[in-house]
């Protein structure tokens, strides 16, 4: 998908664009690979659709006739070596002056760039433009749809996503239900130091493209992630579980509030209608673990095994906070069918 764009950048802006291949990022960083192989064929179908491209078809023989127009497979493990010198673990990646470019929902910052340096005026529609959230006018009638959304206290793609899911949800009548898992380092898969540092970085433009704060960081990893999925369980019993989330997100990537004291937990769950008892009722049970053991298997059966992800009215489910025009086209579908 993303190579089909090259032509159309090199006819734009006056570059030099140099491709290598590389192989499949590995299995540290990609630990469900045939899910994500399977994931990516329907994640592009709905990006051709959206840019008016063809979908893409699978062809296995399409790397070995890369390969033979490059050389030999030593093409592979100079590409593997490059990637790995600039810090990155993924294919279908634009780097430029230190900077990287996932497929073609990245390629909108690239372009930015492009046409500042070159000193470009916009007199053309860009390119590439980052689909954007409709809030179609949408009937009510019953039943509400469900809208699942899978998240995690570690992930920041997850606080991207939070008030976002929110509105949608309230927007379309959609029943919006919590379902919470550990963070994969938290259930023994490994996430190797290029993804993080690259997660952070595309956490913070994606924010400031978004209005949301981002940047001061307190890690919740281990006992604070914990202690705020017990909160967490009971907020959802109580009524407020949206509001701790978010709090809590917000909380800990981007106020850097320790959730794993007393004082940044009670700070985190106050603010959202808890109370200090009901903080320590939550705290004292561990049901929350087998609810999230739960989740983790219908994220699985699903065919996904990340964070954010959703799925509404039992639909394919659907990947990442840069996903949710996907999930706001799902509800609108939904609400067509209930009008129908």
């Not at 550990?182 to 993080?196: E, F, T």
């Not at 007393?262 to 903080?279: F, K």
Request: hydrophobic letters at 40%; charged letters at 25%.
């Amino acid at each position: 998908m993303a190579a089909t764009q090259l032509d159309e950048l090199r006819s734009r802006y006056p570059i030099r664009l140099a491709t290598h291949v590389v192989p499949p990022p590995d299995r540290a960083a990609a630990p469900q690979a045939e899910a994500l192989r399977e994931w990516s064929r329907r994640d592009a179908a709905r990006w051709a659709q959206y840019f008016g491209l063809a979908p893409p078809e699978p062809d296995r023989h399409a790397a070995d006739r890369m390969l033979s127009c490059r050389g030999s497979s030593s093409a592979l493990e100079s590409g593997a070596a490059l990637r790995r010198k600039l810090g990155h673990y993924l294919g279908g990646m634009f780097h430029f002056e230190g900077e990287w470019y996932w497929g073609l929902d990245r390629l909108h910052y690239l372009e930015s760039r492009l046409a500042a340096d070159l000193q470009r005026e916009r007199t053309q529609r860009p390119l590439f433009l980052p689909p954007t959230l409709q809030f179609a006018p949408a009937a009510r009638t019953a039943p509400a749809p469900t809208l699942d959304f899978f998240c995690s206290l570690r992930s920041p793609y997850t606080w991207l996503a939070t008030p976002r899911v929110r509105a949608l949800a309230r927007h379309y009548g959609a029943t919006l239900r919590l379902r919470f898992v550990l963070p994969m380092v938290m259930r023994g898969l490994p996430v190797p130091l290029a993804k993080r540092l690259y997660i952070l970085k595309d956490t913070k433009r994606e924010a400031l493209r978004l209005g949301l704060p981002f940047g001061d960081v307190a890690d919740p990893v281990g006992s604070p992630t914990e202690r705020g999925l017990a909160v967490l369980h009971h907020a959802i019993q109580e009524g407020c579980g949206e509001e701790f989330l978010e709090s809590f997100l917000r909380g800990v990537f981007a106020e850097g509030v320790d959730a794993g004291s007393r004082r940044g937990l009670e700070r985190i769950g106050l603010r959202a209608g808890m109370t200090a008892a009901g903080l320590d009722d939550a705290l004292a049970d561990h049901s929350w673990r087998g609810v999230a053991d739960g989740h983790r298997e219908d994220l699985l059966a699903a065919g996904l095994w990340g964070v954010p992800s959703f799925r509404v009215n039992g639909l394919p489910a659907l990947w990442g906070q840069d996903r949710l025009w996907m999930v706001e086209q799902d509800l609108r579908d939904a609400s067509a069918r209930r009008d129908a």
